[in-house]
């Protein structure tokens, strides 16, 4: 069977390119590709235990069986479409546009969140910051979370969630949530709070930070699992 395999932010560094096509045994699992990986990337190695998953755009482990055609993404923790509420995109975003995307004539409340690019991360200064994603899986995920945050919050009117990706400058916003609800008490301030905390441990999206001193991936602590 015949697999396609996906790289992202250091591990496609590490391998020196973006996607590679392997032919493995009808039946194997994961953990057959990833010790092929193994034999012939063996930088890749130490990586693996802080290693992300998916197949097909969902999340994997290594007992995740394979089969012929399957779509097979390795990559870090999370740092960091359909409908353009919830999209990744290259162009600028805007607070505004954004808030003005869940406002309806029914709303009271609009609570919006706006991550944006600082000059010094870990008290090192950075120049500029780089985002990549897995944008097909990343659109899905931002879907994920609106479907989350409006269980959590069933009162909420409408959320919109955008997250930019390439060269951004110190200043440039890299990631707006937006969420709307009749009234203040009805889950807008906490959905939004939950949108962002949970795009940052689900949506494949990663950073790298610029500087006068080089530059360097950052990745998160949280490993997501097939339950995610």
């Given at each position: 069977?015949?697999?396609?395999?996906?790289?992202?932010?250091?591990?496609?560094?590490?391998?020196?390119?973006?996607?590679l096509?392997?032919?493995?045994?009808?039946?194997?699992?994961?953990?057959?590709?990833?010790?092929?990986?193994?034999?012939?990337?063996?930088?890749?190695?130490?990586?693996?235990?802080q290693?992300?998953?998916?197949?097909?755009?969902?999340?994997?482990?290594?007992?995740?069986?394979?089969?012929?055609g399957?779509?097979?993404?390795?990559?870090?923790?999370?740092?960091?479409?359909?409908?353009?509420?919830?999209?990744?995109?290259?162009?600028?975003?805007?607070?505004?546009?954004?808030?003005?995307?869940?406002?309806?004539?029914?709303?009271?409340a609009?609570?919006v969140?706006?991550?944006?690019?600082?000059?010094n991360?870990?008290?090192?200064?950075?120049?500029?910051?780089?985002?990549e994603?897995?944008?097909?899986?990343?659109?899905?995920k931002?879907?994920?979370?609106?479907?989350?945050?409006?269980?959590?919050?069933?009162?909420?009117?409408?959320?919109?969630?955008?997250q930019?990706i390439?060269?951004?400058?110190?200043?440039?916003?890299?990631?707006?949530?937006?969420?709307s609800?009749?009234h203040?008490?009805?889950?807008?301030?906490?959905?939004?709070?939950?949108?962002?905390?949970?795009?940052?441990?689900?949506?494949?999206?990663?950073?790298?930070?610029v500087?006068?001193?080089?530059?360097?991936?950052i990745?998160?602590?949280?490993?997501?699992?097939?339950?995610?």
């Amino acid at each position: 069977m015949e697999i396609t395999i996906k790289f992202f932010a250091r591990f496609r560094e590490i391998i020196g390119q973006s996607e590679l096509t392997y032919n493995l045994i009808d039946g194997q699992n994961v953990s057959t590709l990833v010790k092929q990986l193994q034999i012939d990337y063996s930088a890749l190695g130490q990586h693996l235990p802080q290693t992300v998953i998916s197949v097909n755009r969902d999340f994997a482990d290594l007992e995740t069986k394979l089969e012929h055609g399957d779509e097979v993404a390795f990559f870090p923790p999370v740092s960091g479409g359909g409908d353009d509420k919830l999209s990744v995109t290259h162009d600028p975003i805007s607070l505004d546009v954004m808030a003005a995307k869940v406002t309806r004539p029914n709303c009271g409340a609009v609570a919006v969140f706006g991550g944006m690019v600082r000059n010094n991360s870990a008290g090192k200064a950075v120049q500029h910051l780089e985002y990549e994603a897995y944008t097909a899986m990343a659109v899905e995920k931002l879907e994920q979370v609106a479907v989350e945050a409006r269980q959590k919050w069933p009162n909420i009117v409408d959320i919109a969630i955008v997250q930019r990706i390439g060269h951004l400058e110190v200043g440039e916003n890299a990631v707006i949530v937006a969420v709307s609800s009749a009234h203040r008490g009805d889950g807008c301030f906490e959905a939004c709070r939950y949108a962002i905390d949970r795009l940052k441990q689900i949506v494949p999206i990663w950073k790298k930070e610029v500087g006068q001193d080089g530059a360097e991936w950052i990745e998160g602590d949280y490993l997501p699992t097939t339950t995610d």
